[in-house]
Each structure stands twice: as C-alpha cells, then as structure tokens.
C-alpha cells in the first residue's frame, strides 16, 4: 500500500520534502499538509492531488488516509507533534534538532520507550549523503588505521534575519555532532568554543565564525569551523585523520573547468541544493523501511546526544571554558 505522508510545517524544508515525497521518492505520497500559517499549508496541499491542508498537526494525525508523519516544522514545535505522533504510533521523519534542548529531547526519549519500540527517524541527511557514506565505508575497512582527528569545515552564505551567536552551535554545528558520532563511532564528551573578532559580514552582535572543538570517548579530537555569513557559498568538508593516512570530502570538484587563464568550479549556494541527493536516499530509506514495518536510521538516543553536546557547545561559548557532556545511560532500545 502507498503510505499517506502527513507533512508537517510547509517551509523551505517542508515544501521541499513535500515536492521530493511527489516527484522522487516511491511508495508515498503526501494526503496531508499541515501549517499554523492556514494560508501556507493551502497552497502547498492545491499543488498536490488528493492532499488536505490543515493547521492543527493533531487534527490531520488523526486521519484515516494518514499513515506516517514527516515533521519539518521548527525545533520548538517537534516535541508536541512527536507525542502527538506517539498517541497515534505513527512512525516519523523529524527534521533536526529532535527538541531544541537536552531535557524535552529527554523526555521524548522516556515516551518512545514506554511505547516500548522505535517510531522516530531524525533527520541528520549527512548520513545518507554519498561522499559521508563512501568516508564512513572507508572509516570501517580500517585501512587507514585508527581515526585520531576530523577536521570539518561548514560554511553558509548568509544567516537568516533573528539569527544568534547560540544558533551557530544549536542549528548548524549539530550536524557536526552527528557526523562525529556516526563516522567514529564515539560520543562527545567535552566541548570547547574559541572565537575569532566576528567577520564584518555577520550582523551586529553575532559570533561568526567559531571554532568549535570536541572530545571524544574514543580519545579522537575533532574540529569545526563554523562560518555561517561567510558571503561565497555553501560549504561542508571533512577530512579524518588517521593513523595511515588521511580522507577528504566535500571539496565539490565534479567539474573543473580551465579557461581564461583559470581553472575553477561552482560551489552550491545552500543546503538544499548541496544535499538534495542526501535528503532524497534519506526520505526514500524512511519510507522503505516503514513500509517493512522497521525503524532504522538516526534515532532519538542520537537527538538526545547531539542536544546534550549543544547545551554544552552553548556553555562552552557563553563562558568562555571547556564544558564537559552529560548524559544518561543508553537504553537498550537504542543499543
Ligand atoms: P521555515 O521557517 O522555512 O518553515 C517552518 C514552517 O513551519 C513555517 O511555514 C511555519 O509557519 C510552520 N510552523 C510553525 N510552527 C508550526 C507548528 N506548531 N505546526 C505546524 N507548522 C508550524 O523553517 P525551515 O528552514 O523549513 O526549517 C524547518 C525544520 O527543518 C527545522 O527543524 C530546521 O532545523 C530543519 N532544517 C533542516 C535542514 C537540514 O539540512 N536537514 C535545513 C534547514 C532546516
Ligand atoms: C540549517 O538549519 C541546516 O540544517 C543546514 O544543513 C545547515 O547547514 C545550516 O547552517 C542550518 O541553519
């Protein structure tokens, strides 16, 4: 049977998926469209057959033609839809961060646990991005000996207008986070955040970039720079350092051209348009793995994790010190 995709907050991301779930992905398609702004949700569900707009999440969960929820709505809002998904136990795709902070991710954790089986993939694409997947591949044959440091790089063109210094760690440098977790194997255990004098380009008041750097329990160290008013493009590199060599990706050279006396590429200009085939195998991956009846991907542990590292990135920034990670015991639903 096609699963019914309610999705939820129809904004860049949500019109996005909502286009992709239409165009790209099989096996789904989009019966609801949900949006507090009534307006935005109506356009979106016009452009698709068959979909029905609504401004409350639980209203549209409640239908009898929906069968899964992809929620893409802003981070303070997940929690609510994500109980409101495990009244129905309906599985979900929920956009990054899980909740905004380490508690509210900790209590969505102690309900997916009561309803004693996995509903919730998190929506961490760098997972499902080809040149992660190839690093993490080669990561895994041991080839290269063990991982001692990453070096990442994350570059955005602008900042959106309300942006903080705080939102460098808690919506960007989250998918860092991930990547480390993921790629090494490790949790973070300590964080630390130096700070450059800002770019001229940032807005008033804004720490940008960062230099973010994290411990691991696999004794790695990892660095990010995030940059997120950087003004030429969108950027996002790796390279692991290990003990018999090294690996890079993101340098973004599918075409070079020479001319002119140049040579040179074209780098992407948002995440949208550098990740579009990760959210594509993401989306298709979750959808697959519903319609098998399994849960698989990022999980609420790793929501949790990542949101406990960004309490304390945001420390780590506001004091000035090193702040070590807290977290509680790993259940064995998340073993
Ligand atoms: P956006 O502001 O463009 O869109 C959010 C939409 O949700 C708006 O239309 C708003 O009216 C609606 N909304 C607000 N509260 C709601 C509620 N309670 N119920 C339903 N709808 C509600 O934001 P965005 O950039 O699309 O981000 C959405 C989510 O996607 C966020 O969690 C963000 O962190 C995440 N995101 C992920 C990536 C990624 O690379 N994976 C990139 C950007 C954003
Ligand atoms: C945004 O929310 C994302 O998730 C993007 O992947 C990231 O690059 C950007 O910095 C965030 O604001």
């Not at 990740?275 to 929501?303: H, K, L, M, N």
Request: charged share 25%; aromatic share 6%.
């Amino acid at each position: 049977e096609t699963l019914g995709v309610a999705v939820i907050g129809t904004g860049k991301m949500g019109a996005d998926h909502v286009r992709r779930i239409q165009e790209v992905t099989s096996g789904a398609r989009v019966t609801a469209v949900v949006d507090v702004d009534a307006e935005r949700a109506k356009m979106v569900a016009a452009r698709v057959d068959g979909c029905t707009a609504y401004t409350d999440p639980a209203a549209a969960m409640a239908a009898a033609d929906v069968h899964a929820v992809l929620v893409a709505s802003p981070g303070p809002a997940h929690e609510a839809a994500l109980l409101t998904a495990f009244e129905h136990d309906l599985p979900v795709l929920c956009e990054k961060p899980l909740t905004p902070d380490a508690a509210s991710a900790l209590r969505i954790l102690e309900a997916e646990r009561k309803l004693g089986h996995r509903r919730v993939q998190v929506g961490f694409m760098r997972r499902y991005d080809a040149e992660y997947m190839k690093l993490k591949s080669l990561l895994e044959t041991g080839q290269l000996g063990r991982p001692l440091m990453l070096h990442n790089r994350h570059r955005n063109v602008a900042s959106a207008p309300g942006w903080t210094s705080e939102m460098l760690i808690n919506d960007s440098v989250t998918h860092e986070m991930d990547v480390t977790r993921w790629l090494l194997g490790h949790e973070i255990t300590a964080v630390t955040v130096l700070t450059p004098t800002p770019s001229d380009n940032a807005p008033d008041g804004i720490r940008d970039p960062q230099f973010v750097i994290f411990e691991t329990d696999g004794g790695a160290i990892v660095d990010v720079e995030i940059y997120v008013n950087c003004g030429f493009g969108y950027q996002v590199q790796a390279e692991a350092v290990c003990e018999r060599g090294t690996a890079r990706i993101g340098d973004g050279h599918a075409m070079v051209t020479h001319a002119a006396g140049r040579w040179g590429g074209i780098i992407a200009q948002d995440f949208v348009e550098r990740f579009a085939d990760a959210y594509d195998r993401e989306v298709q991956a979750w959808v697959d793995a519903t319609r098998r009846g399994e849960v698989t991907g990022p999980s609420v542990w790793d929501g949790y994790a990542v949101a406990a590292v960004c309490e304390a990135g945001v420390r780590a920034l506001e004091e000035g010190v090193r702040v070590e990670v807290e977290l509680v015991e790993r259940p064995a639903l998340y073993q």
